[in-house]
């Protein structure tokens, strides 16, 4: 019995050798880890939004800032369990809110479904009293909370509407992205457009309550309060002044046709007003969007107010490219400042006779004097010549200009554009004939399978045929010509503010590149713009009829643009120069018809309010391209 | 026919030595009284809030407890446990009359039925059946020493264990079931059963667990609720499935690693606090311990039960007669196989089998059990004493 005895206490003390090695393992030698366990079981963060930033004009004139609004949330983890006593919450809940319970049953759902751990916004700005009533009734609300959250206002309504953008619950592929690492699960971010590019600056940092919790996850107590940082304020280049003015000129001059406009300074780059028509009131991003609401921004029988026509809207520019052709032209040698050519109102190349409209010529003009009149002939030859050239000049030299390519604006969603050349229309004709062979159909209406002619290229020299190009576009373009040959990188930021005002950051890209523009070039072709907005028979010279030409002189070029199965769109591109305030103006209207009846009457009016001169609408006689 | 084989045949039968009154083991009820003490510091810091406005509910209860557990420790140290002998058949009868009628009439706690609603207390039959199974598979032996080596007698033995074992972990109580198997192979060992007989007991069992665990399920017999089977194998991966049968286990093993050298206090300890240990007044007491007191504190609990196993090994060698040394024997296998499941279940090194902590974790029927237990032992070490005294004198551990 000794032997089993001596066994039965070996056995024991193998065992209590085992317990306490393994004791000595987890409390003393891995200790830390678990202390980090028991404390993330234990610690809960409430969220506490952080102000988001303003957004400010160049004089400090708030676009678009805060406001609290209570907000009835649901906390499913709290919500009773799914049958009848989640349906009994609904329903009361529906009876505070005027909802019905299957409505609200379908946003839970819906929401649940985007971001699955986040509380479901039910409502966002509920009267007081409703609030009020489910607080003081907590219990009868079991998984429901009213909290005041900051919310998106625009005191100044429909302006600007389509750069600002607007904000949203981060979704759950954001989340993964690099720009947003970091930020709260629940947070609010910017989705579009500025609020989406200065995201960073403006959406500050949460702050966080932390509690104390049990393993139900109620309340044991109150551990600390992380502050939240409030987002930086945005500065703007914009001058909400001349925002209004542009979009008014606009819808007065348009009647009604959709439209936009661009106002750039050509020293920097700074965007002064930049509007699309028509418009819309921004806070119907400030809650959730309802899809009939979203359609009518987005439809074509409403104009789709929030398509940004100034940057993504892509058009031909008519007769306003008519200045880089001349460039194109002069830099290789086709023509110089002198070179005469007969514009008799029409110009045969191959088979097919271009004409000017009406089959008005201009006589014998050289390259100031065309520019004036808008002699198309001229332009049409100059074209023609380039054609041969190696390296196809013409095309080149939009590009240098900045068309066909994005200008690098501070806004998301910018329209490339397009500058047709040979390579372009070969590059049409292998998607038409790739997607042919590949669908079994005759026709896949990508190309004619045409290949690139000379009528092409005297199309372009007008700005007609396959170009397009954004507002934005062509006020670049015009910068870079009225400055000597900075491209510039346009842009909206300005600065980036504390919340007090206090200066951060300054937002000053440098040009994108230089393109030398020998100035006896230069001075030709202005000196044809400025013609034709002042002289006796310049295309936009009675539009500007009574304006101070002496000290604002005006560098303008008309443009109509044909496009296919709809009326002519109106085009208007100028520049003013002016020692503090220089300005080049870019203005569009869809349908407006010719240059000088619609687009340039409305550039009148936005100049007239940057330079404080009294305002006068005149819609001019010109019936040139 | 008087079977004892150790006794003295000088000794009047029947009637103990006046002396016996002074034999007592004093570091054995050093052990049980620091354990009783642990058990009530303890549920009185974990249990404060988990009534509300009866902060000492859990810790008067167990007073009361371990009160009339003391006296019945008295009683049992003051009679002759070699009589319980002859009240082998009565014993076993009551063991298997209280386990079916807690089958019969028992109220469920968690899913399982596991006790009889008494006025002020309800009863777990299977706890007070341990140490019952004890004296009955003891006498038996005795009776059957001169046999000791023949495969009936082990037989025998580990039948009378099974049949209750069975119907207890139909209850379903898991735990006890596997106690009382334990007891009846602790009894076997003592009385020197053939080490044949126990590797032919392993081999039938490794085959038993195959079939219930892998084979059954197969044919499509349940003979494990799944939730036991579950429970026995999380511990085997517990960050496999957090949510459930590895939680108890993971937020075990966070309470206890949190406490580190010295433990986080009361107010601190954040697993006992907010609930996430789960049954912290019962089974997971031990975590409680480590979380609140650290290795310092566990390692003196340990200890504790180190001491009490110890002296329960020493009285098996001092004990007058077979049947005092079975007992022993019995209680020894029962008390080290309840403390290391339990608490190698709270270190997740072991399986979560629902054994209670002997003498720490809140429960009548479960200290009363191991109360009278340790009263056996010291009316086992009473009566050696008292037998060996006549023939010399002087304290002797």
Redesign the interface.
């Known amino acids: 019995m000794a032997l089993r005895v001596a066994v039965l206490g070996g056995i024991a003390l193998v065992l209590f050798a085992v317990v306490f090695f393994r004791l000595w393992y987890l409390e003393v030698l891995s200790g830390d880890q678990y202390v980090v366990q028991a404390n993330e079981n234990q610690v809960r963060e409430v969220r506490i939004q952080a102000p988001r930033g303003d957004i400010v004009d160049r004089y400090g004139r708030p676009i678009v800032r805060n406001r609290m609004a209570n907000t009835v949330q649901i906390e499913l983890a709290r919500l009773p369990a799914p049958g009848a006593p989640r349906r009994r919450v609904y329903r009361r809940l529906g009876e505070v809110l005027q909802m019905s319970p299957r409505e609200i049953q379908r946003t839970v759902v819906e929401q649940r479904k985007a971001l699955p751990y986040a509380n479901v916004t039910v409502k966002q700005d509920v009267s007081l009293s409703a609030m009020n009533y489910i607080k003081e009734r907590q219990p009868r609300f079991p998984g429901v909370t009213v909290e005041p959250v900051f919310l998106r206002r625009y005191p100044y309504g429909h302006l600007a509407a389509q750069m600002l953008g607007y904000v949203g619950r981060i979704t759950r592929k954001e989340l993964k992205e690099e720009r947003f690492k970091g930020v709260h699960p629940q947070a609010v971010v910017g989705q579009a457009g500025l609020e989406w590019q200065y995201d960073r600056y403006l959406r500050g940092r949460d702050g966080a309550t932390l509690l104390s919790i049990n393993s139900l996850g109620q309340s044991r107590g109150f551990l600390r309060r992380r502050e939240p940082v409030p987002g930086r304020n945005l500065k703007l280049s914009l001058d909400l002044g001349l925002q209004q003015a542009g979009q008014i000129a606009l819808a007065r001059a348009g009647h009604g046709n959709p439209g936009g406009f661009v106002a750039l300074d050509p020293r920097n780059g700074q965007v002064l007003a930049l509007g699309s028509v028509p418009s819309f009131n921004p806070t119907v991003f400030a809650k959730p969007l309802l899809q009939s609401t979203y359609r009518a921004l987005t439809s074509q029988s409403t104009g789709a107010p929030l398509f940004n026509r100034a940057i993504a809207g892509a058009y031909p520019t008519g007769s306003t490219f008519k200045p880089i052709t001349a460039l194109a032209g002069l830099s290789s040698g086709v023509i110089t400042p002198f070179t005469v050519i007969n514009d008799a109102g029409c110009l045969t190349v191959g088979l097919t006779r271009f004409c000017s409209p009406g089959n008005v010529g201009h006589g014998a003009v050289a390259l100031s004097r065309a520019i004036q009149v808008s002699s198309d002939v001229f332009f049409y030859t100059v074209g023609r010549d380039l054609d041969p050239i190696k390296g196809q000049p013409l095309q080149h030299w939009a590009r240098k200009l900045g068309l066909g390519r994005k200008t690098g604006i501070d806004v998301p969603e910018e329209a490339r554009g397009n500058v047709p050349d040979r390579a372009w229309r070969a590059r049409l004709g292998r998607a038409e004939l790739r997607c042919r062979r590949a669908k079994h159909v005759p026709t896949c209406g990508i190309s004619d399978m045409r290949a690139w002619s000379t009528g092409d290229n005297v199309n372009l020299s007008i700005g007609q045929g396959d170009l397009l190009a954004s507002p934005l576009q062509m006020a670049v373009a015009y910068s870079t010509i009225a400055n000597g040959g900075k491209v510039l990188r346009p842009h909206l930021g300005l600065e980036v503010d504390d919340s007090e005002g206090r200066l951060i950051q300054e937002i000053d890209p440098p040009p994108s590149r230089r393109v030398k523009i020998p100035p006896a070039y230069r001075d030709a072709i202005m000196q044809g713009l400025h013609a034709a907005a002042s002289a006796p028979g310049g295309t936009s010279a009675d539009v500007f009829a009574g304006w101070p030409q002496a000290h604002l002189p005006v560098f303008g070029k008309t443009g109509t643009a044909q496009r296919p199965n709809q009326p002519d769109q109106s085009w208007y591109v100028c520049y003013v120069p002016n020692r503090t305030r220089p300005i080049v103006l870019a203005v569009t209207i869809e349908r407006g018809g010719f240059g000088a009846s619609a687009a340039a009457p409305a550039a009148r009016l936005i100049l007239s309010k940057w330079f404080g001169v009294k305002a006068k609408f005149i819609a001019g006689k010109s019936r040139t391209q | 026919m008087n079977t004892t084989p150790i006794h003295d045949p000088k000794a009047p039968a029947g009637t103990p030595p006046r002396s016996t009154l002074l034999f007592f083991d004093p570091l054995l009820l050093l052990a049980t009284l620091g354990l009783a003490a642990c058990s009530l510091i303890v549920l009185k810091g974990a249990t404060r809030d988990d009534i509300p406005g009866q902060p000492d509910y859990f810790v008067t209860r167990q007073g009361v407890y371990f009160g009339v557990g003391l006296i019945l420790l008295t009683i049992l140290w003051r009679i002759d446990y070699s009589r319980l002998r002859e009240l082998r058949y009565g014993i076993y009868g009551l063991l298997m009359t209280s386990i079916l009628a807690v089958l019969a009439l028992g109220v469920t706690a968690k899913g399982a039925q596991r006790a009889i609603q008494l006025p002020f207390f309800s009863f777990q039959a299977s706890e007070l059946g341990k140490v019952l199974l004890v004296v009955t598979l003891a006498a038996v032996v005795v009776e059957r020493s001169r046999n000791i080596g023949q495969r009936e007698t082990t037989a025998l033995v580990m039948l009378l264990a099974l049949v209750p074992a069975f119907f207890v972990i139909a209850q379903p109580d898991l735990g006890s079931g596997l106690v009382y198997i334990v007891i009846a192979l602790?009894v076997l060992?003592?009385a020197?059963a053939s080490w044949r007989h126990f590797a032919g007991l392993f081999a039938l069992a490794a085959v038993a667990v195959t079939l219930v665990l892998v084979g059954a399920p197969a044919a499509g017999v349940q003979v494990l609720k799944p939730y036991q089977v579950d429970r026995l194998t999380a511990f085997l991966n517990p960050t496999d499935n957090p949510q459930k049968q590895g939680y108890q286990q993971l937020?075990s093993?966070?309470?206890?690693?949190?406490?580190?050298?010295t433990g986080r206090g009361e107010r601190n300890a954040?697993?006992t606090?907010?609930?996430?240990l789960p049954e912290h007044h019962t089974d997971f007491i031990f975590a409680v311990v480590?979380?609140r007191f650290?290795?310092v504190g566990?390692?003196l609990v340990?200890s504790l039960?180190?001491l009490l196993?110890?002296r329960a090994?020493r009285i098996?060698?001092v004990a007058k007669n077979l049947f005092g040394?079975l007992v022993a024997?019995g209680v020894?296998?029962m008390l080290?196989f309840q403390v290391?499941v339990n608490?190698?279940m709270t270190?997740?090194?072991m399986p979560i089998t629902g054994i209670p902590l002997p003498l720490m974790s809140y429960g009548g029927s479960s200290v009363l059990t191991t109360l009278l237990a340790l009263g056996l032992l010291q009316s086992i070490y009473a009566q050696g004493r008292a037998a060996s005294a006549h023939k010399s004198f002087g304290p002797r551990l």
Do not use: D, H, R, S
């Open positions: 602790a060992f003592v020197g937020q093993k966070i309470a206890i690693g949190a406490g580190q050298k954040t697993q606090k907010g609930n996430f480590g979380e650290g290795f566990a390692a340990l039960y180190a196993i110890w090994l098996l060698t040394a024997g020894v296998g080290l290391f608490v190698g270190l997740g090194i």
